[in-house]
């Protein structure tokens, strides 16, 4: 039995919807604890590509429990979408539970956070537009509408009526937006709460229930640890807690109860959105990391930024999460490179950094150190096994592993389930130290 949080080790989009679904296969509970539709999971199955934004990458597999957390936002009407698209294509979501006490996205928290945006003008943050930061915002003014509300047709009524006339004061007064009339969001708002109905559960207590049978539980995040809102680039972040210790929070289970954390970390770095990137590249090296990973949002289209590994954030990651593991993504879209370059350290005002900086400003103007490596200049996507990949593929994941002062457990050469190389079952396989006895850290072998 393992308890695993799956989690992303950079700025997002990092493929965590491919590992979740690889997992899921030994997993009989998958929850989402956190984010809402800001995420966009990718899973690709025999040709065939799900784009997922709330619903846990578990869904692929009929018997597994998939659970969208207390710590999540929920825009009904993008999860109903979600809901009709997956039964479109075959795929059952009679296993798919929902949280009564997730808060839900209205359409004033869209409307707010694009008009912030816009206001912010230079210092905007480049967010998804899709409401999540002032859904959250409400959430701690403890103004939200939680799911539990959504139920209770009188007590919805009365909460959306005060809610929406305040909030018309905000956009109108604040914004120059045109009201919202309340009668035509509580009819919406009814309609969709009456089709969620079935979903909704006491998701904390069934959690609780699978981890008292000892079932396997996948803990899918959602952004990444730099997006964390208390310890990623702020304020270039989401308005949650995506690191390992959020995935407690949000699904409402005690730290005791995990047995593992697996980072999810591209071979390389990207970036959506504003904010700091120290080894962004503008250049070639970018272009060609875009347009061989296809480097695109999942939600909202956007181009990601993109530059070469850094392991001052990758160890950074490691710390704050207590990773014990990686799953190092998308190395096949290095495969064309002659040489390829990993930050080792940062140099700020004429010092060596090993560590990520805190402040925001010496984060914004830190000169990434890099060491190159030679590229191994040949396709690896067939590579099934690590005796399959070329001696500088491997010495490249070597490097990392040492760097990161964590094992790897799984390497992905493609977008594809089976285009993945299982170094050690993180479910099943023993669990590793992160340091051999006499204090060198563990590496792939
Ligand atoms: P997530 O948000 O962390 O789940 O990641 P996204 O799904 O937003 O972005 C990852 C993208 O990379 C998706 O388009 C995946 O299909 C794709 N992908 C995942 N792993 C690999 C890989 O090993 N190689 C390649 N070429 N693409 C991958
Ligand atoms: P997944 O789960 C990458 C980024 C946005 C923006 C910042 C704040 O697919 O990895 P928000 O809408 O959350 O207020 O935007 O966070 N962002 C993501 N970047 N992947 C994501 O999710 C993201 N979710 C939010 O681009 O910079
Ligand atoms: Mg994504």
Redesign the pocket.
């Known amino acids: 039995m393992a308890n695993v949080i799956v989690i992303?080790a950079q700025?997002?989009?990092?493929g965590?919807?491919k590992i979740t679904d690889l997992l899921s296969r030994s997993a009989d509970v998958v929850v989402r604890s956190q984010?809402?539709v800001?995420?966009?999971?990718t899973v690709v199955v025999q040709g065939q590509t799900f784009k997922l934004h709330l619903i846990p990458s578990g869904i692929l597999y009929p018997n597994t429990d998939c659970i969208i957390g207390s710590g999540t936002v929920i825009d009904p009407q993008v999860l109903l979408q979600e809901i009709e698209q997956l039964k479109a294509l075959g795929v059952s979501v009679d296993k798919l539970f929902i949280s009564q006490t997730a808060h839900v996205t209205m359409p004033y928290h869209r409307m707010i956070?694009r008009a912030a945006e816009e206001r912010r003008g230079e210092y905007k943050?480049?967010?998804?537009?899709?409401g999540?930061?002032p859904t959250y915002a409400d959430k701690s003014e403890r103004t939200g509408i939680r799911v539990l509300d959504l139920m209770d047709v009188e007590h919805l009524r009365k909460q959306l009526e005060w809610t929406i006339n305040y909030k018309n004061v905000i956009l109108e007064k604040i914004y120059n937006l045109p009201s919202l009339d309340p009668n035509t969001v509580i009819t919406e708002y009814l309609e969709y709460a009456e089709q969620l109905r079935p979903f909704v559960i006491d998701s904390a207590l069934k959690i609780y229930e699978a981890v008292r049978e000892r079932k396997n539980i996948l803990f899918e995040?959602?952004?990444?640890t730099l997006?964390d809102l208390d310890h990623g680039t702020y304020p270039?972040?989401?308005?949650?807690n995506?690191i390992a210790g959020g995935a407690c929070v949000g699904a409402g289970v005690g730290p005791t109860m995990i047995d593992r954390v697996i980072g999810v970390a591209k071979a390389y770095t990207t970036?959506?959105?504003?904010?700091p990137f120290p080894t962004e590249s503008t250049g070639e090296v970018g272009k060609l990391l875009c347009d061989r990973g296809a480097e695109f949002?999942?939600?909202?289209g956007?181009r990601?930024r993109c530059g070469w590994f850094d392991a001052v954030i990758g160890r950074y990651a490691v710390r704050i999460n207590g990773i014990d593991c990686l799953a190092i993504t998308k190395l096949d879209v290095l495969d064309e490179l002659e040489e390829i370059k990993v930050c080792v350290a940062y140099q700020i005002d004429g010092q060596i950094r090993h560590h990520f900086p805190t402040n925001a400003s010496h984060f914004a103007h830190c000169e990434p150190m890099y060491k190159t490596l030679p590229g191994w200049q040949q396709s690896i996507s067939h590579c099934r096994s690590l005796e399959d990949l070329p001696k500088q593929a491997l010495d490249y994941l070597k490097f990392l592993a040492e760097l990161m002062e964590v094992p790897i457990a799984i390497v992905s050469v493609g977008p594809s389930r089976d285009q993945t190389i299982i170094v050690e079952d993180p479910i099943h396989g023993p669990k590793r130290a992160l340091l051999d006895a006499d204090g060198t850290p563990v590496t792939i072998t």
């Open positions: 992303g700025w997002g989009d990092e965590k919807g984010g809402g800001n995420a966009g999971h956070d943050i480049g967010t998804t537009g899709r999540i930061g995040g959602a952004q990444g997006l270039y972040v989401t308005s949650s995506p970036r959506v959105g504003e904010g949002g999942t939600t909202t956007r990601r």
